[in-house]
């Protein structure tokens, strides 16, 4: 049984940062690439970073390029996002999953229960 659990979300001001970590359990994970994903209101759930199996390949969104930083601790089977410069455009749900392969789509038909990440103007 496949477990993703969210965590690190909360309310800030425009401008700060918070950071987020994604546990995994029920399987290793060291072997595939992890994503982050987010789902604002009213909105369809949007692709945000990936970082490859082995940490050395990363992948942005262009919307968070520069501001957000995905890394992974593969001892701990956790993935983590670091968000800077936070916008209230960011304000979402937000998700982890593996990825298929080399693309940015989930493997997993499950998601967690995802944190919440909110930016007041």
């Known amino acids: 049984q496949v477990q993703l659990v969210e965590s690190g979300g909360g309310l800030v001001q425009a401008g700060g940062s918070l950071r987020l970590s994604c546990a995994a359990s029920?399987?290793?994970?060291?072997?595939?690439?992890m994503g982050w994903f987010r789902q604002a209101p009213r909105k369809e759930r949007e692709f945000v970073a990936r970082?490859?199996?082995?940490?050395?390949?990363?992948l942005y969104a262009d919307s968070v390029k520069g501001r957000f930083t995905i890394s992974r601790d593969n001892a701990k089977n956790t993935v983590y996002l670091q968000m800077n410069s936070l916008e209230p455009e960011d304000t979402a749900v937000y998700y982890c999953?593996?990825?298929?392969?080399?693309?940015?789509?989930?493997?997993?038909?499950?998601w967690g229960q995802g944190t919440q990440v909110t930016v007041s103007s």
């Open positions: 970082i490859s199996w082995g940490g050395g390949s990363t």
């Open positions: 999953n593996a990825l298929r392969g080399a693309t940015t789509l989930p493997l997993y038909d499950y």
């Open positions: 029920g399987r290793t994970f060291s072997s595939y690439a």
